[in-house]
C-alpha cells in the first residue's frame, strides 16, 4: 500500500506543480493568471490533435516520447515519500535512478537529430552539454546521503536520515544539499535560469527547441513526463529536508509544495542567463555539491581541521 500511495503522491505533485508555479508566478506579477488546472486542459487538446512526422524522421523520432515518459515512470518506482516506501528498491538504486533520467534525455536528444533540423540539433548539442555536466552534482548528491546514511537504495536512505539526530552543521549541509538538488531540478527540467520553458521562438532554446516538431499524442506524452521528471526531483529534494525537519510523508509533500513555490519565485524576479553563463552556472553546482560532500565526509570521520 505503502508503493501505490507514493506513486499517488508523486503523481499529483507532478499534475500540482506546474499549477503551483503559474498561480505563484501570477502572483508576484500582480495578475489574475490561468486556472490552476490550465495546463491539464491544455493537455487534452493536445491528446485530441493528430500527430504530423517529418519524411526525414525515423522510428527514433516516433518511439522518443514513449521511451522518455517510460524512463521517468520507471524513476519514480523507486522515490519513497516521507516514511513511506516506494515499489521498488534494492542496493545500489541511486544509481539505476540517475541513470533513467539520463535515458529520458538521451531518447530527446536523439529525436532532435533524427530530424535533420539543424535548429533542433542546436539544441540537443546544449542539451548533451549540460546533462553531461550536471549529472556529476546529482550523484554527489546521492553520494553524500548515502555515505551519511549508511545506505545505497532510496528506500533505506531517507528513513535512516530521519531516524538519527543531527548536529547543527550536519543539517546544514543537508539542507544545502537540498538547495544543489533545487539548482540541478532547474537544469534537468529547462528551468530558469538555464532555460525557459515559455519560449518557442529564441536560438537560444535548449529543451523547448528539440520537440518542436512534435505534436498530438506525442508532445502530450513529453509534457506530462516532464511534469514528472521535476517531481521525482523535487521528491528528491523534500525527502532530504523532511529528514532535517522531520514530519514524515506529511513535510515531503509540503516540501514539494515550498520546491514548486521556489521555483516560480526565481522566475519572477530572475531572466534566463546567457548561453556562455549556463556552463559556469553548471560547474558551480557541481562545485558546491562536492564541498558538501566533503565536509559530510570529515564530520561523518570526526575530523577536524585545524
Known amino acids: 500500500m505503502s ?3 507514493c506513486i499517488a503522491i508523486l503523481l499529483a505533485a507532478g499534475i500540482a506543480m506546474p499549477g503551483v508555479i503559474n498561480r505563484v508566478r501570477a502572483w508576484f506579477a500582480g495578475r489574475r493568471g490561468v486556472p490552476f488546472f490550465q495546463h491539464l486542459f491544455n493537455l487534452r487538446a493536445m491528446l485530441r490533435k493528430g500527430v504530423v512526422t517529418g519524411h526525414t524522421s525515423t522510428l527514433i523520432f516516433r518511439a522518443a516520447p514513449s521511451v522518455y515518459l517510460a524512463a ?4 519514480m518506482l523507486f522515490i519513497p515519500v516521507g516514511g513511506l516506501r516506494p ?11 540517475a541513470y ?17 533540423s539543424s535548429f533542433e540539433g542546436m539544441g540537443a548539442s546544449r542539451e548533451a552539454l549540460y546533462g553531461a555536466m550536471v549529472e556529476p552534482a546529482l550523484f554527489i548528491v546521492a553520494g553524500t546521503v548515502a555515505l551519511v546514511s549508511g545506505y545505497t537504495s532510496f528506500a533505506s536512505i531517507f528513513p535512516a536520515l530521519a531516524a538519527r539526530g543531527f548536529t547543527v552543521e550536519m543539517s546544514i549541509v543537508l539542507l544545502l544539499l537540498v538547495y544543489v538538488m533545487v539548482k540541478v531540478l532547474t537544469v534537468e527540467c529547462g528551468r530558469i535560469p538555464v532555460d525557459d520553458p515559455r519560449t518557442h521562438l529564441e536560438l537560444t532554446m535548449i529543451h523547448e527547441v528539440m520537440v518542436l516538431d ?13 511534469w514528472l521528471k521535476m517531481s521525482v526531483l523535487a521528491a528528491v529534494a523534500a525527502n532530504i529536508a523532511a529528514a532535517v525537519t522531520g514530519g514524515g510523508a506529511v513535510a515531503a509533500v509540503l516540501w514539494i509544495v515550498v520546491v514548486a513555490a521556489v521555483i516560480a519565485t526565481v522566475e519572477s524576479f530572475i531572466a534566463r542567463n546567457k548561453l556562455s553563463r549556463n556552463t559556469t552556472y553548471i ?3 557541481v562545485a558546491i555539491a562536492f564541498v558538501l560532500f566533503l565536509v559530510a565526509f ?4 570526526d575530523i577536524t581541521v585545524s
Open 72 to 75: 521517468v515512470l520507471t524513476a
Open 214 to 226: 512534435y505534436s498530438g499524442v506525442d508532445l502530450a506524452m513529453i509534457t506530462a513526463a516532464g
Open 298 to 301: 570529515l564530520l561523518e570521520s
Open 87 to 97: 515499489l521498488l528498491s534494492f542496493s545500489g538504486d541511486v544509481v539505476l535512478f
Open 100 to 116: 533513467l533520467l539520463a535515458l529520458s534525455r538521451i531518447a530527446l536528444i536523439l529525436a532532435a537529430l533524427d530530424t535533420g
Open 283 to 285: 560547474l558551480t553546482i
Open 3 to 5: 508503493g501505490a500511495a
